[in-house]
Every structure is written in structure tokens, then in C-alpha cells.
T-cell receptor
């Protein structure tokens, strides 16, 4: 599974878009990009995933560069409840293991 | 509520005690996992069960003993733990071991070893 690199922490103003970057320059063609988040002392929560195309769901949007070496998770209107650690994971679906890195600690401020 | 239930939510145990953590899912998932999360560290995968068979043990000390009696239940039996085993223990499940839409996690058991 490819290694991902994320900033350690980010701040975002409430109501603004939060853009969380992730670098996965060694990702292979069959690895998906998954995003999870973990609110303090809770289990991680699935947000979104994608392979090549940009994806959107009710929680967030995922923008993947054409070369697939990086991606950005976008929370369009961040709220205080979005304060959490966000994990970007390159995951090979066929028998792969979900391995978490350090993630980005996002603080949404009033 | 995520569909994966862990009990107890909090546990304090002495180093000579024996206790068990329980995980239950009724999502129809075939794979279940134990993760450990120590303070300020990433989640560490401990055990993987697929169709009630242990398929992975990531060099976990023998004082941690998993059990999967059926596809809906997963236990982690604990004995003679050390203070450094204090952590958040998370259970997760997925449709199959290599499946598309990710895992569902429980809320975890906060374990303190004294």
C-alpha cells in the first residue's frame, strides 16, 4: 500500500471551505484513495473514496489530480463538529489492509 | 450508532486481572478487525478475522487473545497486561476482507491498565 503524506494540522474558519491536501506520489493504478475522520475518542468514520474521477457525497468532495499523485478533500462549509483528525489512505481493495498514518488535525474555529 | 457496538466503553484493570472486550455487529459483514490506538499515535492493526477465521496477527503479544465465535461477534481477551497497553481499542467490520466501501468502526473501549 502506498504511503501518504498529510500536513500535521490545519485551521479553518467556521462556514468556510476546508481543503485538506494529501500526497500519494507512489500510489499504484489499482489503489483507491480513501478518506476517514476521527472525532476525539471515537472510532474513525468513513467519508469518501475515489480512484481517478472526482467524487462528491453529502459529506465532502474529493478532487484527485490527473496523475493521481495527490488529492484534496473539501468540506464545503466547515462547522465546529468537523473538528477531527482526517486520514488519507491509499488502499488496495483486494485483500488490502486499512493502514492509518498520522493524519491532519483540523480545527474549525468560530 | 454505527452498527458496530463495543462494550465496555471504559475499562480499568490491574496488571494481574483477566478481562474481555466485546464487539458486535449486525451488518452482515464477513470480516472483523481489532485496532489499537495509543495516545498521539496512529491506529495499529492487531488482528483480522475473515469468515470467523483469523487471517492476520500483526506481531501482537500473547497477552492479547482474540476470539471470533461467529460472524457477528469478536472478543479480545486480556490477561497480565502492562501499563503501556493502556489505549483505545477499536473494533471494525467490513463486508469482506477486501471490499470496496471501507470499514465501519465501533466507538472503542478506553482501557487503562494500573
Amino acid at each position: 500500500d502506498a504511503k501518504t503524506t498529510q500536513p500535521t494540522s490545519m485551521d479553518c474558519a467556521e462556514g468556510r471551505a476546508a481543503n485538506l491536501p494529501c500526497n500519494h506520489s507512489t500510489i499504484s493504478g489499482n489503489e483507491y484513495v480513501y478518506w476517514y475522520r476521527q472525532i476525539h475518542s471515537q472510532g474513525p468514520q468513513y467519508i469518501i473514496h475515489g480512484l481517478k474521477n472526482n467524487e462528491t457525497n453529502e459529506m465532502a468532495s474529493l478532487i484527485i489530480t490527473e496523475d493521481r499523485k495527490s488529492s484534496t478533500l473539501i468540506l464545503p462549509h466547515a462547522t465546529l463538529r468537523d473538528t477531527a483528525v482526517y486520514y488519507c489512505i491509499a488502499y488496495y481493495n483486494q485483500g488490502g489492509k486499512l493502514i492509518f498514518g498520522q493524519g491532519t488535525e483540523l480545527s474549525v474555529k468560530p | 450508532e454505527t452498527g458496530v457496538t463495543q462494550t465496555p466503553r471504559h475499562l480499568v484493570m490491574g496488571m494481574t486481572n483477566k478481562k474481555s472486550l466485546k464487539c458486535e455487529q449486525h451488518l452482515g459483514h464477513n470480516a472483523m478487525y481489532w485496532y489499537k490506538q495509543s495516545a498521539k499515535k496512529p491506529l495499529e492493526l492487531m488482528f483480522v478475522y475473515s469468515l470467523e477465521e483469523r487471517v492476520e496477527n500483526n506481531s501482537v503479544p500473547s497477552r492479547f487473545s482474540p476470539e471470533c465465535p461467529n460472524s457477528s461477534h469478536l472478543f479480545l481477551h486480556l490477561h497480565t497486561l502492562q501499563p503501556e497497553d493502556s489505549a483505545l481499542y477499536l473494533c471494525a467490520s467490513s463486508q469482506d476482507r477486501g471490499q470496496l466501501y471501507g470499514y465501519t468502526f465501533g466507538s472503542g473501549t478506553r482501557l487503562t491498565v494500573v
